[in-house]
């Protein structure tokens, strides 16, 4: 059984497009985090969410918390070509232990 | 400031022989974490360290692998024998862990291991 499921799995886009990108899980969770990793380097974190229905901004990037804790939301306006990445999310289980979705792999075209 | 650093970047492996990945965390941070990640997916844990104390290994295949942080700040990963589906990205990351206010953990760029 997947912990966090994350959708879609691959997505390619044009340039100056919107975009949305889900992880779902049946569990509640007490922080998620999101991260983004480029090819041939590790995840880097963009933002760590706590609180149920929280919304934070990263200039294009706008991250949800469900209200329930149980699924977040990133959703990138105007998408740009370094955009493209591998986006995770992940859950904390435990005291600093993670454990992380299965990835969207996002590709915005020039 | 130095970021985690892990060598080598890329290893190409016989299946059956030994294999070490070393790593570097960042100056100060106290948990180190060893992760695989495969081709598309999620890191998934092998191993978390507390300085030199290993507070999570149940993911760790210990029939071939192994992990070491004796002085409690460098560590290696190693697999022995490899195989075929040992093949994959290892990723290291260090966080403040227990002693600091952030739980946040940076990556290395990983080693991109082929087992043949």
Not at chain 1, 4 to 12: D, I, M, N, R
Not at chain 2, 43 to 65: C, G, H, M, T, W
């Amino acid at each position: 059984t997947q912990l966090l499921e994350q959708s879609p799995q691959f997505l390619s886009i044009q340039e100056g497009e919107n975009l949305t990108v889900y992880c779902n899980s049946s569990s509640v969770f007490s922080s998620l985090q999101w991260y983004r990793q480029e090819p041939g380097e590790g995840p880097v974190l963009l933002v760590t969410v706590v609180t149920g229905g929280e919304v934070k901004k990263l200039k294009r990037l706008t991250f949800q918390f469900g209200d329930a804790r149980k699924d977040s939301s990133l959703h990138i306006t105007a998408a740009q070509p370094g955009d493209t990445g591998l986006y995770l999310c992940a859950v904390a289980s435990g005291t600093y232990k993670y454990i992380f979705g299965t990835g969207t792999r996002l590709k915005v075209l020039a | 400031e130095a970021g985690v650093v892990q060598s080598p970047r890329y290893k190409i492996i016989e299946k059956k022989q030994p294999v070490a990945f070393w790593c570097n965390p960042i100056s100060g941070h106290n948990t180190l974490y060893w992760y695989l990640q495969n081709l598309g997916q999620g890191p998934e844990l092998l191993i978390r360290y507390e300085n030199e104390e290993a507070v999570d290994d149940s993911q760790l295949p210990k029939d071939r692998f192994s992990a070491e942080r004796l002085k409690g700040v460098d560590s290696t990963l190693k697999i022995q024998p490899a195989e075929l589906g040992d093949s994959a990205v290892y990723l290291c990351a260090s966080s403040l862990g227990v002693w600091g206010t952030s739980n946040e953990q940076f990556f290395g760029p990983g080693t991109r291991l082929t087992v043949l």
